[in-house]
Structures are given as structure tokens and as C-alpha cells.
């Protein structure tokens, strides 16, 4: 199963590489954070025109061990598009990140290095729905503890309870702690 996930992978990337070399530009969407298991992540996602329409593509998340600075997430993200199309330097538009410090700082931040680096013209956005869902996720922070233990242990009953699945033809959603809308799908 290992090698399945390994050759898919592999030709995932190598078509998106492809599509990349052939595109005269694309824009990168970034997220730094840390996941449920406690490793932090660079999640990349790349935008490209392809035939007229703009398709995103969910590139890699890439482990970070070093802790999130700019300098870290620059290197990274340049490793990253450098094997898959060398000339993304001339070719990459535009950023959209969540405005981290580590993302947006003047001279250190992620945004900065790539600007430097990048063709004239170079756009960088503050993911509106990304504020949003930091802001929400903080007030969620907020809640009781009771209230969490106590909707994710119904979660979990209603998960199992297959007579229900079969006549309702749905499961409930999980609730997972790193997006808010989560908590929409699963109390709605």
C-alpha cells in the first residue's frame, strides 16, 4: 500500500509539474501551522490557468522541524517549486497567506523573500476567509472544555450508530479542532 501511495504521488506531482512548465504563470496559496498531532506544516496549494480556467491544485504539506520563520517557509517553498518547474521565479504572480508575522514581516517574512526574487508586477493577499477562520478559531478557544468533550463523545456515538446512518444515508462529520466550518457541518 506504501508503494501505491508513493508511485501516486509521484505521478500527481510530476503531472502537476508538467502543467507548471507549460503555464506562462501561477499564483501560491500558503498556510503554516500545526496539526493535531503537533507537527507543524507548510501547506502549499498552487493556482494555474490551464485551457482558459483557473484550476487549484493542492500541491504538498511539508513537515516543517525548524520552527516557522520566514526564512524557514522561503526555503522550503523554493525547494519545493524548484523541482517542480526551475523557472517559477520568473512565473509566480501572486501569494495568498493568513498575514503571520513569519508570512508578512517587511524583511524577514515568506512574502518578502519571494517578492525579491519574483518578476516585476508580483501581488501578495491576506486570504479574507483565512482571517475569518483564525478569528472564529480563537473564539472556539474560548469555549469550555465541557462543551468540546462533550459534543466530540456524541460525535463519536453518533459515528457508530449504523441503523441511523442507513435511514438518515449520512454520517455525522467529524469536528476537527483546525477549522472552524468543521463545527458548522457537525451541529447543523
Not at 525548524?66 to 518547474?85: I, P, R, T, V
Amino acid at each position: 500500500m506504501a508503494r501505491i501511495a508513493r508511485i501516486t504521488c509521484a505521478l500527481s506531482l510530476e503531472m502537476l509539474s508538467e502543467m507548471m512548465c507549460a503555464s506562462w504563470a501561477y499564483s501560491v496559496g500558503l498556510d503554516a501551522s500545526t496539526n493535531s498531532f503537533g507537527v507543524s506544516m507548510l501547506d502549499l496549494r498552487i493556482r494555474i490557468p490551464v485551457n482558459g480556467d483557473i484550476h487549484n491544485f493542492h500541491m504538498l504539506a511539508v513537515p516543517m522541524f525548524a520552527k516557522h520563520s520566514g526564512e524557514e517557509m522561503f526555503k522550503l517553498l523554493s525547494d519545493s517549486l524548484s523541482a517542480l518547474d526551475h523557472d517559477w521565479k520568473i512565473k509566480i504572480v501572486g501569494i495568498t497567506i493568513d498575514g503571520a508575522a513569519s508570512m508578512t514581516g517587511v524583511r524577514k517574512g515568506i512574502v518578502s523573500r519571494i517578492q525579491a526574487v519574483a518578476a516585476k508586477g508580483f501581488i501578495r493577499v491576506w486570504c479574507g476567509a483565512h482571517q475569518l477562520d483564525l478569528a472564529l478559531k480563537k473564539a472556539l478557544g474560548r469555549l469550555p472544555k465541557a462543551f468540546l468533550t462533550t459534543l466530540t463523545t456524541m460525535i463519536a456515538y453518533l459515528r457508530h450508530q449504523q441503523k441511523l446512518i442507513s435511514e438518515m444515508k449520512s454520517k455525522n462529520p467529524y469536528y476537527i479542532t483546525v477549522r472552524w466550518s468543521s463545527l458548522c457541518q457537525v451541529v447543523s
